[in-house]
């Protein structure tokens, strides 16, 4: 067998032979016939080169039951100094050991398992290496009184578990902070942290910290049965850069080596990593920031096209870029930014009202349009009273709904003719925002009754705009053929819904799956034998998607489904029914 240790990784290589390498390019070859042990034993060593502290509970995990260390019939223990490069020797079980280092990097290879890994630990790897071997461990750490868990003071400490509070119990009876750490099989410098306040919630740490001290596991409310995923370690506050850092190092050790998952566990366990510092702003805006955010409001509408909406991710994202308008620059540029801010904020508010968060959805519409209105934007002031507008009308309130798309309507009317802005709407400019305001109006009259307005609206839509694949957003066929389905003119609202698919082809799953819905119902309704194939594809469409209002639009297919006769229809109107409510 030989080991190879880089900075980097550890690696398995031959099966007769064992070879160290350090950062310091020392390296020593060990091979089992000169060293007369057999083929497949399982060796550990330890040398100078690595830092971290999860030696104790790695080379535990590896090393849990007396069949492993029984077959630890090889001990070898390389140390060196750090600048010296000193040789250390060789050690048999029960034979004379060189002292390791301060700093040690225990790697323990269980060869006839096929197990090993890579551990780190400040001062240590001498004990790991007599636990491994099973040579007792010196006795020199004073004893502790039973009686000392009876005291009245001491055991509301145990029952809530504080452990802070217990080693310094501890050491106020005399106990140090390397006695404790010998007790409980944890680091010095781990110790060192729980003094400081770290909390241990970790059902593992408990368990050991109780046996190593002799607690009774009644006083620490601990039972034998107890489910380890019930308890966690809590991310203590003020966590540095240090213990950051040599957490990281630790858990890439383990991953460097190959590790076993179940040890990867448990190390994870141990992690407690705090929230990131705060990402400091710029001293000075320039072009580029607002270019970032226009980018940024691009690629999340391509993502919601296609997959549905991220309302999270795009509040997130709008909340940073309001963090930049806070920042000084030029003139020129903090009115682009103010606008490219608007239009981030009127993808938010679309994203949510995908979502089925109509109030999230307003809050963004409210704040694009003080912005919009504060940079004299006429076309973000449109765009999000439409939107708006829309949102309210379906979130069942038409007659205030109208109110808002009428406002957007007029407003659209300030909009340069020539406006080049294709980030929100697409390339249509001013004729899309009133067409698009126009269509939406006309869904909202008929909601209230007035069919014939809504025609009228509809008619002066389609004379303004007509969409091209290159508009992203904007459809007037949906609109038509919603309307001629709930009058009941199936053949019109079929061509409507067609020509919505077809519009949509290329440009938005998302918009494409909302009217494919559509037109399968238009079909279910009329009993033709292809709807059932458009109604699966439709569903099945929908379920794929994390948009509420695609899945909203499902009902009136599953009524239409479950007025048709016959098994197939029932059986996709309950698959149906499911994916309209389970939330995505």
């Given amino acids: ?214 607690i009774p596991r009644e006083l620490m409310g601990i039972s034998y049965g107890a489910y ?59 072009a580029v920031h607002v270019a970032k955010v226009r980018d940024l409001t691009r690629r999340l509408g391509e993502a919601r096209r296609a997959y549905g909406p991220d309302p999270e991710v795009c509040t997130a994202a709008a909340a940073w870029a309001s963090r930049l308008l806070d920042v000084p620059g030029a003139e020129p540029v903090k009115g682009a930014l103010v606008v490219a801010v608007a239009e981030l904020h009127i993808e938010a508010g679309w994203e949510a009202f995908e979502a089925g968060l109509y109030d999230r959805a307003i809050h963004h519409y409210g704040r694009a349009l003080k912005l919009a209105t504060e940079a004299g934007d006429a076309y973000c002031q449109a765009v999000a009273l439409n939107r708006a507008g829309l949102a309210t009308v379906e979130h069942g309130q038409p007659n205030e709904g109208l109110k808002l798309l009428q406002v957007g309507a007029v407003t659209a009317l300030d909009v340069p003719p020539d406006e080049p802005r294709a980030v929100v709407v697409g390339g249509g400019g001013r004729a899309a925002v009133r067409a698009i ?61 067609s020509a919505s698919v077809r519009r949509w082809e290329g440009v938005s799953q998302v918009g494409r799956t909302h009217s494919g819905v559509v037109l399968a119902t238009v079909h279910v309704r009329a009993g033709e034998p292809r709807g059932l194939q458009l109604a699966h594809s439709a569903i099945t469409a929908a379920g794929k998607l994390t948009s509420a209002r695609v899945r909203r639009r499902l009902e009136p297919l599953v009524t239409a489904l479950e007025a048709r006769s016959g098994a197939d229809a029932g059986q996709l109107a309950r698959m149906a029914r499911q994916v309209t409510t389970t939330r995505a």
């Fill in 228 to 286: 380890r995923g019930e308890v966690t370690v809590a991310s203590p506050e003020g966590v540095d850069e240090e213990m950051l850092r040599r957490q990281l190092i630790e858990l890439g050790a383990g991953v460097a080596v190959g590790a076993p998952a179940a040890m990867l566990a448990q190390l994870l366990e141990r992690l407690e990593l705090g929230d990131p510092s705060p990402v400091p702003l710029p001293s000075q805006l320039g």
């Fill in 437 to 497: 305001a126009l269509a939406d109006s006309a869904t909202a009259l008929a909601d209230l009754g007035e069919p014939e307005k809504a025609d009228t609206e509809l008619a002066e839509a389609r004379e303004l705009w007509q969409p091209t694949p290159a508009d992203r957003n904007g459809d007037l066929d949906r609109p038509a053929a919603c309307l001629e389905l709930a009058r009941g003119h199936l053949e019109r609202a079929e061509q409507f819904a």
């Fill in 1 to 214: 067998m030989r080991l190879t240790s880089t900075p980097a990784r550890v690696t398995h290589t031959t099966a007769q032979s064992m070879r160290l390498t350090t950062q310091h390019s020392t390296s020593w070859s060990l091979r089992h016939n000169q060293l007369h042990e057999p083929p497949g034993a399982t060796v550990l060593v330890s040398g100078v080169g690595a830092v971290g502290r999860s030696a104790n509970m790695m080379a535990a995990a590896l090393i849990s039951s007396p069949a492993d260390a029984q077959s630890l019939l090889l001990l070898v223990m390389v140390t060196m100094r750090a600048r010296t490069g000193d040789h250390g020797r060789v050690a048999r079980r029960g034979g004379a050991r060189a002292a390791p280092t301060r700093t040690s990097v225990a790697l323990v290879g269980m060869v006839g398992m096929g197990v090993y890994c890579a551990a780190m630990s400040y001062g240590h790897a001498d004990k790991i290496l007599a636990a491994a071997a099973g040579i007792p461990a010196a006795a020199n750490t004073p004893p502790i009184d039973p009686a000392l868990y009876q005291r009245e003071d001491v055991r509301p400490i145990l029952a809530a578990r504080d452990i802070t509070a217990l080693y310094q119990v501890l050491k106020d009876t005399g106990l140090t902070q390397r006695d404790i750490a010998a007790l409980t099989g944890q680091s010095q410098s781990e110790v060192s942290e729980i003094l400081a306040g770290r909390q241990v919630l970790s059902y593992d740490l408990l368990v050991r910290i109780t046996e190593g001290l002799a």
